[in-house]
């Protein structure tokens, strides 16, 4: 078999046992690796609790993972997340996924809970636990430096042992398996760090057809100006979105009262460079480079949290995000749901914390102390324990990233319709409504978004499974990765067929969260964005969304997808029919 090992490590914590297994070629065919395998591996746990020592954590590459296939070293982590109560995957680069393919094998699964805080350590051969009560407590650079001589490293920090709602997988490079709470699953199993180094070599099953496809990939990367361009994202990274969510009045600000910062500027991706030193840093591999690190090496913000820590809190000093960027990752907290956090925080007691404030705060809600006690619980509990509900930017309980859905419908529809919460990744469509890739659309109607965002969804479910990276679909298509995946895998891929698998795998994801009693109760935004316009301005009127066009686009959305009108399945038994 070329492209995937076809081998799964179950790993139990509870009793210490390490085990491969084979995985069936039908599931690996048909939901490809990454996001898409790791759903259907949960297929027989999803109704469990996501703090129930027996909900798996699991680890899936994709079938591209560990060949040259541009952005494909990356994994997805999956399992239902206790900040959300949905099913939810969170995709990392970095050489931890290669080595996780060249130890042999596609899938981690990670069950029981250990007596005692473990590392799991993974060879070409072997697995096992080793004690780790030396490093319980230990921040997260300290514990991959105890750990780097057994290979890449992914671990938590205190939020994860202290099972904070949103706290973060942290991986060795500084890249993080980064929402939804992941890191207090793994906390809960008291795993604190995983270890591989693998020396296995990819197979690629038509060289020739490879080279050719890799060749096609890299040409339309050197021919977009998003990727390549001269502020593009390998030039500034994902801080070049600062000045352009500025200029179309879309960048969230003080908790989503406004949707214009004028001080913006302070965080932009020149300013990044200038006053940090920025250099080219990035994924394993990865031809992109779109991370950013300073001259001492130190991971730099990226666009949601320096808009986050930034606008959404009132504050322009761009040290003081830098340093709240480095805290939240030693920490290991999410950067997004922590400075939203503390936006609601702060319009509660009306005053937004000081930059001052905000490095104290972080600490407390990751050692759950004072008054991060409360706030470790994410915005949504935090807003409703003090009475005041509707201070909650979430959909789903997950907090919005830093795109107001006032300035992009698409983003709107995508907000609600996204399987894991809030997210603007699920679409993406700040592509085509702001980027203007593959083609531009009207960011003020909703007219054709809902057939847009559903297709976006399929492709993006697929890509997620393969596993690659989306900033790549700023220049190739999937029909150059179904090239990519057909030449590895020596098996006929097309455009269609992966967004076929693409729809399965959102349609899964979607019934696994109506039989945990979501529907379309939950998809739905936050009241300020009906009732509150925007920062209009500089000749762009930014309105409160118009409640009944929404809802009109939600239920054509529900109609493509074949769902009832309160968003759940008429067919009971879809499960059933998948493979």
Request: glycine fraction near 10%; proline fraction near 6%; hydrophobic fraction near 35%.
């Amino acid at each position: 078999m070329q492209g995937w090992t076809g081998k799964i490590l179950k790993v139990d914590l509870t009793t210490g046992h390490c085990r491969r297994e084979e995985i069936p070629t039908e599931l690996l065919h048909a939901y490809l690796g990454g996001r898409g395998l790791g759903v259907r591996l949960m297929r027989d746990h999803f109704r469990l609790d996501p703090c129930d020592p027996e909900m798996p954590l699991i680890f899936a590459v994709g079938p591209l993972c560990g060949t040259a296939s541009p952005t494909s070293a990356r994994l997805s982590c999956v399992t239902r997340s206790p900040l959300t109560g949905t099913i939810y995957d969170c995709s990392a680069g970095g050489r931890f996924a290669w080595r996780l393919k060249a130890a042999g094998l596609d899938v981690v699964f990670i069950t029981g809970k250990s007596p005692v805080p473990v590392v799991l350590s993974i060879d070409d051969h072997h697995a096992e636990l080793i004690p780790a009560g030396p490093l319980w407590g230990k921040g997260v650079k300290e514990t991959v430096a105890a750990l780097t001589d057994r290979g890449s490293v992914t671990a938590i920090g205190p939020a994860g042992e202290n099972k904070v709602l949103f706290a973060n997988i942290m991986m060795g490079e500084g890249n993080s398996i980064g929402r939804g709470g992941l890191g207090a699953v793994m906390g809960g199993k008291a795993l604190k760090a995983i270890t591989v180094n693998g020396t296995g070599v990819t197979e690629i099953a038509d060289r020739e057809r490879f080279d050719a496809a890799r060749a096609d990939v890299m040409r339309l990367f050197r021919a977009s100006p998003v990727i390549f361009g001269e502020l593009g994202i390998s030039e500034f990274g994902t801080p070049a979105l600062v000045d352009l969510m500025a200029q179309r009045r879309m960048a969230p600000t003080e908790n989503f009262s406004g949707t214009y910062f004028a001080e913006s500027g302070n965080y932009s991706g020149p300013a990044i460079r200038k006053e940090c030193g920025a250099k080219k840093d990035g994924c394993y591999g990865c031809p992109i480079q779109c991370k950013k690190s300073s001259s001492e090496g130190e991971p730099l913000p990226e666009y949601e949290t320096v808009n986050h820590f930034g606008a959404l809190n009132g504050i322009s000093d761009l040290h003081a995000i830098v340093k709240a960027n480095t805290l939240c990752n030693e920490l290991g907290l999410d950067t997004i749901s922590a400075a939203a956090t503390l936006s609601a925080f702060g319009e509660e007691r009306g005053a937004f914390p000081s930059a001052e404030e905000v490095t104290e705060l972080l600490s407390d809600i990751a050692y759950r102390r004072n008054q991060g006690l409360l706030l470790s619980l994410g915005s949504r509990r935090f807003a409703r324990q003090v009475g005041r509900p509707e201070l909650s930017m979430t959909v789903k309980s997950l907090e919005l990233p830093a795109y107001d859905p006032r300035g992009a419908y698409g983003m709107a529809l995508a907000y609600v319709t996204s399987n894991r919460g809030g997210c603007h990744l699920r679409a993406y469509p700040i592509s085509h409504e702001i980027l203007r890739k593959p083609v531009p659309t009207d960011r003020f109607s909703f007219s054709g978004k809902a057939r847009i965002i559903k297709i976006a969804e399929d492709v993006n479910a697929a890509v997620d499974s393969l596993v690659a990276c989306k900033f790549a679909f700023f220049g190739a298509t999937l029909e150059e990765y179904a090239e990519l995946l057909t030449a590895v895998t020596g098996v006929e891929y097309t455009p269609e067929s992966l967004k076929a698998i693409g729809e399965r795998i959102y349609l899964t994801e979607r019934f696994y969260n109506c039989e945990n009693g979501f529907s379309a109760a939950d998809d739905t935004l936050p009241e300020r964005f009906f009732s509150e316009g925007g920062s209009s301005g500089e000749g762009i009127d930014v309105p409160p969304i118009d409640r009944a066009r929404f809802q009109e686009e939600l239920q054509k959305y529900y109609r493509i997808r074949g769902l009832k009108e309160d968003g759940t399945f008429a067919d009971p038994s879809f499960l059933e029919k998948q493979p």
